[in-house]
């Protein structure tokens, strides 16, 4: 019997020690905290936006908490491997896009915290400016990966996935991932250091250094695979 209570004793201090210690953490790395788009970039940011994939009304939330403009689609069959779920057209963030991009909820917040935390800040801190426009290559296609005849259905053809080519800066100058990526100067520091980021917000990121196939643009989306390339 003494054990046993022994045993609970420990295990109670234990928790309570454990609980102290994740309560400190700042709210972008503990993962019982409300996501809000000021908060940095940090460890639980991937995990909050995951779980926004089964809470559709904690995303749509998070968009109006953000300002963000966005119109919501209707979902798609679900018995189809293509179409929309839980998904908006982005109408406005903090920076404007090539394309019209309709993307799931999820998605799109993502999308919104790394261009707050890591796209704004990191622009500023190496060009002394933020880009004017984001090059994109699009959202929703349906299609299975690589453009094959047959095999697993991209994110793309749910939404749950965004390719980014580049950034327009208001002199007419882009920084693009196929020119800029690997040329040792700034330009590819910043591209680097925009992709590091995204692997904290996005489940998954494929760029330059995954294949070739992503040679000339980050694709971004929120299958929870972990690579981040
Ligand atoms: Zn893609």
Same mark, same amino acid.
């Given at each position: =019997? +003494? +054990?046993?209570? &022994? !045993?609970?004793?420990?295990?109670?201090?234990?928790?309570?020690?454990?609980?102290?210690?994740?309560?400190?953490? @700042?709210?972008?790395?503990?993962?019982?905290?409300? $996501? %809000?788009?000021?908060?940095?970039?940090?460890?639980?940011?991937?995990? +909050?936006?995951?779980? =926004?994939?089964?809470?559709?009304?904690?995303?749509?939330?998070? /968009?109006?908490?953000?300002? $963000?403009?966005?119109? *919501?689609?209707?979902?798609?069959? @679900?018995?189809?491997?293509?179409?929309?779920?839980?998904?908006?057209?982005?109408?406005?963030?903090?920076? @404007?896009?090539?394309?019209? !991009?309709?993307?799931?909820?999820?998605?799109?917040?993502?999308?919104?915290?790394? #261009?707050?935390?890591?796209?704004?800040?990191?622009?500023? #801190?190496?060009?002394?400016?933020? @880009?004017?426009? $984001?090059?994109?290559?699009?959202?929703? &296609?349906?299609?299975?990966?690589?453009?094959?005849?047959?095999?697993?259905?991209? #994110?793309?053809?749910?939404?749950?996935?965004?390719?980014?080519?580049?950034? !327009?800066?208001?002199?007419?100058?882009?920084?693009?991932?196929?020119?800029?990526?690997?040329?040792?100067? #700034?330009?590819?520091?910043?591209?680097?250091? /925009? *992709?590091?980021? %995204?692997?904290?917000?996005?489940?998954?990121? /494929?760029?330059?250094?995954?294949?070739? %196939?992503?040679?000339?643009?980050?694709?971004?989306?929120?299958?929870?695979?972990?690579?981040?390339?």
């Amino acid at each position: =019997m +003494k +054990k046993w209570i &022994s !045993l609970f004793v420990w295990c109670a201090v234990s928790a309570s020690v454990i609980w102290l210690v994740v309560d400190r953490l @700042p709210p972008q790395h503990n993962p019982f905290t409300h $996501i %809000a788009i000021d908060h940095p970039i940090g460890f639980a940011t991937g995990s +909050k936006l995951a779980r =926004m994939s089964t809470d559709r009304q904690q995303c749509i939330d998070f /968009l109006d908490e953000s300002d $963000i403009e966005y119109t *919501r689609l209707d979902d798609g069959d @679900p018995e189809e491997a293509c179409g929309f779920r839980n998904a908006v057209t982005l109408d406005q963030s903090d920076f @404007p896009y090539s394309a019209t !991009l309709s993307m799931s909820c999820p998605l799109t917040s993502g999308l919104a915290i790394w #261009e707050r935390q890591s796209l704004g800040p990191i622009a500023e #801190e190496f060009f002394g400016e933020v @880009p004017v426009e $984001i090059r994109t290559f699009g959202s929703y &296609s349906c299609r299975r990966i690589y453009g094959r005849q047959t095999g697993r259905y991209s #994110e793309h053809a749910t939404g749950n996935a965004v390719d980014i080519e580049g950034f !327009l800066f208001a002199d007419g100058r882009t920084i693009t991932l196929l020119e800029h990526w690997d040329n040792g100067e #700034e330009e590819g520091e910043f591209l680097q250091a /925009l *992709r590091n980021d %995204a692997c904290q917000v996005f489940g998954t990121v /494929l760029g330059p250094e995954y294949n070739d %196939a992503h040679a000339n643009h980050f694709h971004f989306d929120m299958s929870q695979t972990g690579i981040c390339s």
